[in-house]
């Protein structure tokens, strides 16, 4: 079975761009901006986001073929809710650490933070999902996911604030 990735360069300037200006205004809001945590997320969004969400994406594709019926659209968007899952979040809260430089405050409190985080958001994230999984076209849910990450960067950053 040959496995093909797909890396846009479209994808890595949408994933720069998007996900660092979700957790910018997340920075400034909480007043930690910092131009080393703006360089760092715009690495991972360029880079791992880039990668992963888009092929994740095609990878549903594959296993469900895009219809109009309930069932399918369903399991399109609880695939993408497994995708986002609480591990996830505890990875974009390390990255935002480790960017940060605060090191110290990277521990396995951060799944604790993630999973209510991510618990607390399921309703609006069921919504997000299932639209970006049903009512948009492959070429367009990266950017509609990365859009609604980037928002979700503001709330995951309060994550830490409300959840701790």
């Known amino acids: 079975m040959k496995i093909s990735l797909n890396y846009t ?3 890595i300037w949408r994933g720069i761009i998007i996900y660092s200006v979700g957790d910018t205004i997340a920075a ?5 901006f910092s131009i080393y945590r703006l ?3 715009m690495f991972v969004g360029g880079t791992f986001y880039a990668l992963e969400i888009p092929n994740y994406f095609r990878w549903i594709d594959s296993q469900i073929a895009e219809s109009r019926n309930l069932h399918d659209s369903v399991k399109r968007t609880m695939l993408a809710m497994l995708y986002f899952n609480p591990i996830w979040i505890a990875r974009h809260l390390f990255f935002i650490h480790l960017f940060s430089g605060n090191w110290h405050q990277m521990s396995w409190a951060l799944i604790t ?3 209510w ?3 607390v958001n399921i309703p609006i994230s069921l919504l997000a999902n299932y639209l970006i999984q049903n009512k948009l076209s492959y070429h367009w849910r990266f950017f509609g996911s990365a ?3 980037g ?3 503001i709330y995951y950053a309060f994550s830490e604030v409300f959840f701790r």
């Open 9 to 11: 360069w479209l994808n």
């Open 28 to 32: 400034l809001i909480l007043a930690e």
């Open 39 to 41: 360089v760092g997320i």
């Open 113 to 115: 933070v993630s999973l």
């Open 117 to 119: 985080a991510f618990v």
């Open 147 to 149: 859009v609604f990450s």
């Open 151 to 153: 928002l979700m960067a």
